[in-house]
């Protein structure tokens, strides 16, 4: 009985020492979307063969991207800098350092950086494998 009670107490103050480990890990949702930045919902998305990039792009101070379109899902996080997108309808959104922005698919636009510092963005883009991350117009 006595082996059975120190057995119960060690086993008691295990699962009290699991219980009071602290973890430092922190965890933030950024974005959570069905649509674009303007409202554009995102289509069943059927990828036989899908292919995942992620890209660092730097945009410099007053510099401009020319005129664009993607023609899969890409969500762009911006480090650091202000950045301002543009639509060929003439919509735009000014994004800034920590913003998260559900790229438009299928529609052309571009950014530039309208802060005073380098743009840094973080770019992750998920489609068919092969298909070009961005399309200029011609």
């Given amino acids: 009985m006595q082996k059975i009670m120190k057995l119960v107490v060690m086993l008691f103050v295990a699962i009290l020492c699991i219980a009071t480990i602290s973890y430092s890990a922190e965890k933030e949702v950024l974005l959570k979307t069905t649509s674009t930045w303007d409202n554009a919902q995102y289509k069943k998305l059927k990828i036989k063969n899908p292919e995942a ?5 730097i945009i410099g101070i007053n510099e401009e991207l020319p005129m664009h379109k993607h023609d899969l899902v890409n969500i762009a996080y ?9 639509t060929d309808d003439n919509k ?15 529609k052309y636009h571009y950014g530039k950086n309208t802060g005073k510092e380098p743009v840094e963005l973080i770019v992750f883009y998920l489609g068919q494998k092969g298909t070009p991350l961005s399309v200029n117009k011609e």
């Fill in 53 to 57: 990039t992620v890209l660092k792009i």
């Fill in 78 to 86: 911006v480090k650091k800098g202000t950045l301002t997108v543009i």
């Fill in 92 to 106: 735009e959104i000014t994004l800034h350092e920590g913003d998260v922005l559900p790229e438009l698919v299928g």
